[in-house]
């Protein structure tokens, strides 16, 4: 929908037309300059994104989520410290960078450097950390972005500035330090990968160390053919914040998941909306949105489309807690065998279900975990809501296909008719379907 600048528009006919309408109004909030006088600035919640126009001094401001701040002065000869109209240099496609230990901002010129981000970064490794201000329009660089600690890159909007990776199997931002990287934060921008159909690198990736404390506030991921996220094993990112990832014309379809935790640990990661649209064109195959076999992930809101197989799969002794799980694939390479897919002891808590399009042979799937010999242990499943003509299932909404242990049972909220039972192991009692009061399989 780029002739509506990515706004929502709710399908004819659709029940939950007030949630795309919402989200709608809150990225008005930073879409849209708020133009007053500069002794009002403060009247205003200076949202992550959301510029400001003072009328009065033609002073421009962006918000960072806490404060404004000042980008530069409309019509003014020069402004910020040293004399660098930092406004001006942006708008004219430079990047900025502010750094903690220098006294004035320093200006990087694409044209002159095949690697300008990078080299805003280590300005910043090289002063104490500071802030990287990135311009409307688009950016190439060949990849291997390597943030330091301490440091912020911000653009203008994942519609307004683009950073480009132009090295086929780079990676586009990698956490990599041998010391961490520590508190960083990335918002408003899209980061796309080379596209085609070859093989590229992951769009952000956590491959040595633990970074602590990351947030992201608004990105857009757009032509990767491998996994846009992805913790390597025996890494694990703690403390990390994520409020909107939006994907589009990716493939995963080779790759675990297009958010992937091979890590075994890493505690207390959030996510806001993650929202994925991908493309079967390098892999021939569906997608798995989320994938996770170790650590602590929480997920708000899980929308998705294009060729999408299962929405989550869960494995080894991961711990996972997903809100809304809206499921609408579009031209799948072939039906998904479920929705969701738990395996092994780890706790999983899903709230809601709703389902548009498709007709995989189920919603649920509880199952081994092979790798560690542990049956689909405390899983809590939540209801299950089918929309329109289109959603439908091949067999029904839960597939039983190991065990439960009593000791540590799952529960569905649901029926006992919406539970297939397709292993022949025997009665444990340990999966309790709560439409009548605890039935046990």
């Avoid at 002065?73 to 402004?79: D, F, K, M």
């Avoid at 969701?340 to 189920?362: E, F, N, S, W």
């Amino acid at each position: 929908m780029t002739d509506n600048h990515q706004y929502e528009t709710p399908p004819a006919g659709t029940l939950d037309w007030h949630e795309p309408l919402n989200r709608n109004f809150e990225r008005i909030d930073t879409d849209v300059e708020i133009r007053d006088t500069d002794a009002n600035r403060s009247n205003y919640v200076a949202k992550s994104g959301a510029k400001f126009l003072a009328t009065d001094t033609g002073a421009v401001y962006i918000g960072d989520g806490g404060s404004w701040v000042q980008l530069g002065t409309i019509g003014a000869a020069s402004g910020g410290s040293g004399g660098t109209d930092i406004g001006a240099e942006l708008v004219a496609g430079n990047i900025v960078v502010l750094a903690r230990t220098l006294s004035a901002p320093q200006v990087i010129t694409p044209s002159e450097t095949n690697t300008p981000v990078q080299d805003a970064y280590d300005l910043l490794g090289a002063n104490d950390g500071g802030e990287i201000r990135l311009p409307p329009g688009r950016i190439s660089t060949p990849g291997n972005i390597r943030p330091y600690e301490n440091t912020t890159m911000t653009g203008f909007g994942v519609e307004v500035t683009e950073l480009d990776i132009t090295e086929q199997t780079a990676d586009g931002i990698l956490f990599d330090r041998d010391s961490g990287t520590p508190d960083v934060k990335l918002s408003e921008f899209a980061l796309n990968g080379p596209g085609g159909t070859d093989p590229t690198g992951v769009a952000m990736h956590h491959t040595n160390r633990d970074t602590m404390n990351l947030r992201v506030g608004r990105l857009l991921f757009w032509g990767w053919n491998n996994s846009i996220y992805r913790v390597d094993q025996g890494v694990g990112p703690f403390q990390c914040r994520h409020e909107q990832l939006i994907v589009y014309d990716c493939d995963a379809g080779a790759e675990d998941g297009l958010l992937e935790f091979r890590s075994y640990y890493g505690p207390a990661n959030w996510f806001g909306t993650v929202a994925v649209y991908p493309i079967p064109d390098s892999s021939g195959q569906n997608s798995t949105v989320f994938f996770s076999r170790g650590g602590t992930q929480s997920v708000d809101y899980l929308t998705m489309g294009g060729s999408t197989g299962y929405a989550i799969d869960q494995t080894w002794d991961s711990v996972i807690e997903f809100g809304n799980v809206h499921y609408e694939p579009v031209g799948q390479v072939a039906e998904s065998p479920a929705i969701i897919r738990l395996r092994g002891h780890g706790t999983a808590a899903i709230d809601t279900v709703k389902h548009v399009t498709g007709t995989p042979d189920y919603v649920y799937e509880l199952g081994y975990d092979a790798y560690l010999g542990n049956s689909p242990d405390r899983k809590v499943l939540g209801p299950y809501i089918e929309l329109g003509q289109e959603a439908g299932l091949g067999q029904n909404i839960v597939n039983l296909a190991h065990p439960v242990d009593p000791a540590a049972p799952s529960l569905y909220q649901g029926s006992p008719d919406d539970v297939t039972v397709t292993h022949g192991e025997g009665s444990t009692g340990g999966f309790r379907a709560l439409g009548t009061a605890g039935t046990g399989f």
